[in-house]
């Protein structure tokens, strides 16, 4: 006997998966109006925010099954020769960035996502890089107002690290006594404890200041996906987790973070 085709429920797909790839990749990067998207794809606004929320619930999916953070092995292995010089048992570096969103109605919303370090209400999230030049790591997205040590203890970024691993960030994590505990490396810049640096403590700092620069140049490069450069409106919120996680992943795909010095040599 002949089986009956099922006929699928709704209106029929006018378009292809990778045209419905592009045009979410197009508004992760440029941040279009859905109204302008509707108009360069003749598409109805309803469809648009359709494909954009299927598309990121599927690539955040997909994308978090990826294997970024590297085993201590092959850090060794790759390990570029800025961060080694520093630390050569160096496993991640890593800063939080906020995010700009519209101000909530709720007032206790309004509270909580304040950032008084930038003003205004935000989503804060850890990214950390691996000294071999990638994003290893990105936890949920937080209220602007939570701390930084909140976020490393809640994010379960420490549960990544091993015995003698050491991870370098600013002054502004403190969290000395939980590496401590783990058996955790810490390298920050050193606090003014006098008058002035002593010439030692002003070679540490130009160092790991030098060094760190390449987790700014990670969170600019994540930002360069301008949906999350641009203040998110309220109504996004539900999906900015998966947004900003699926930007970070992304960023990975863009090319080298740091440029990787050549082996060859001309003869």
Same mark, same amino acid.
């Given at each position: ?11 029929? =797909? ?55 953070? %590297? ?9 570029? %020769? ?137 969170? =600019? ?11 998110? %409106?309220?109504?996004?919120? %539900? ?29």
């Amino acid at each position: 006997m002949m089986k009956r085709k099922r006929n699928k429920c709704g209106k029929t =797909r006018t378009s292809t998966p990778l045209e419905e790839f592009f045009l979410t990749l197009v508004r992760l990067r440029k941040h279009l109006s859905i109204q302008h998207m509707a108009h360069l794809y003749g598409m109805a606004e309803s469809t648009i925010c359709i494909i954009l929320n299927t598309w990121v619930i599927f690539l955040h999916k997909i994308l978090r099954r990826m294997p970024i953070w %590297p085993s201590r092995e092959h850090i060794t292995a790759n390990m570029l %020769p800025c961060f080694k010089e520093c630390d050569s048992n160096l496993r991640a570096i890593i800063d939080c960035t906020e995010i700009y969103i519209e101000t909530p109605t709720d007032s206790w919303a309004q509270r909580d996502t304040f950032s008084n370090y930038k003003h205004h209400n935000t989503a804060k999230g850890l990214l950390a890089i691996s000294p071999t030049g990638h994003v290893s790591w990105c936890s949920p997205l937080y209220a602007g107002r939570t701390s930084d040590k909140k976020i490393v203890r809640h994010s379960g970024f420490l549960d990544r690290l091993q015995e003698e691993d050491s991870i370098m960030a600013d002054k502004g994590f403190d969290i000395q006594e939980d590496c401590s505990e783990r058996g955790i490396s810490l390298v920050i810049p050193p606090f003014l404890r006098k008058i002035q640096f002593t010439h030692l403590e002003l070679d540490s700092t130009r160092e790991i200041a030098t060094t760190r620069v390449h987790i700014e140049r990670a969170v =600019r490069r994540v930002k360069e996906f301008q949906i999350v450069s641009e203040t998110v %409106p309220v109504t996004n919120c %539900p999906q900015l987790n998966r947004i900003y996680q699926v930007c970070c992943y992304l960023a990975n795909f863009t090319g080298p973070l740091i440029a990787i010095p050549s082996t060859n040599k001309n003869k």
